[in-house]
């Protein structure tokens, strides 16, 4: 599926539809968009070299996103945005020009599962405008930039995740942002594993500090704050 002017594959109203082994790719707009309550499996195709972002998911859409591989994207890799929904479980998706998932509004909320997302040559996650979601048990690694962004009030949780090997920081929080962290290996990165920003108000679970990197500290007052203002919140470094 290449070379259409609008994207390579698109979902909507209901639609349902089951999308294996395909070759979705060098589209002038998106190579998949789910939208307006689009549903549907997506499953070992390889999606790559759209214009913009290589899936889209919008207005309700909620479409399974299965074993996938979803590289080398002009735009993001995966965008969920403007109440997008959706599973995506043991996708690889890496080496897109802007961040290879990306999580933005209020009213958007996946699920991203057991994928590897590396090798982007920004952020491997950004999650912002108030967004939520929830990251478990995912790869995050060898990213230019931050492995995971949290910023604008976007809550996620983010659980049992291995982020490393960043070329900047493992994970950021900033302008902001929140989030539940919880059990996450966060290592080996070249900056900071973890930078909390003083504004920022994330919750961890953990109680050992990342000895030499002064974590720890900037994460229990963020927990404090929470607590004084009566929110039960829960995040990592």
């Given at each position: ?14 639609g ?11 589209n ?32 309700g ?67 912002r ?51 539940l ?57």
């Amino acid at each position: 599926i290449k070379g259409n002017c609008l994207p390579g594959l698109f979902i909507s109203t209901g639609g349902n539809p089951k999308v294996k082994n395909c070759f979705i790719h060098n589209n002038r707009w998106l190579g998949v968009l789910v939208a307006n309550r689009g549903l549907g499996e997506m499953r070992a195709n390889t999606i790559f070299e759209n214009h913009e972002a290589e899936v889209q998911i919008t207005t309700g859409g909620n479409p399974h996103v299965l074993e996938n591989i979803i590289r080398n994207g002009n735009g993001c890799g995966l965008v969920v945005c403007d109440g997008g929904f959706g599973l995506a479980e043991r996708n690889d998706i890496s080496t897109c020009v802007m961040a290879c998932v990306q999580i933005a509004d209020a009213t958007s909320n996946p699920v991203l599962k057991e994928n590897k997302i590396h090798n982007g040559q920004t952020y491997g996650v950004v999650a912002r405008d108030q967004a939520s979601g929830r990251l478990e048990s995912n790869v995050i690694t060898k990213n230019k930039m931050a492995g995971l962004l949290v910023q604008y009030q976007a809550d996620v949780a983010v659980v049992s995740n291995m982020i490393t090997e960043g070329h900047g920081n493992g994970v950021q929080v900033t302008h902001y942002g929140k989030g539940l962290f919880e059990e996450n290996t966060i290592a080996d990165n070249a900056a900071a594993n973890v930078q909390i920003e003083s504004e920022s108000e994330p919750v961890s679970t953990a109680e050992e500090p990342d000895q030499g990197r002064g974590l720890h500290r900037h994460l229990l007052h963020g927990e404090r704050r929470r607590r004084r203002g009566g929110q039960r919140h829960h995040a990592e470094r």
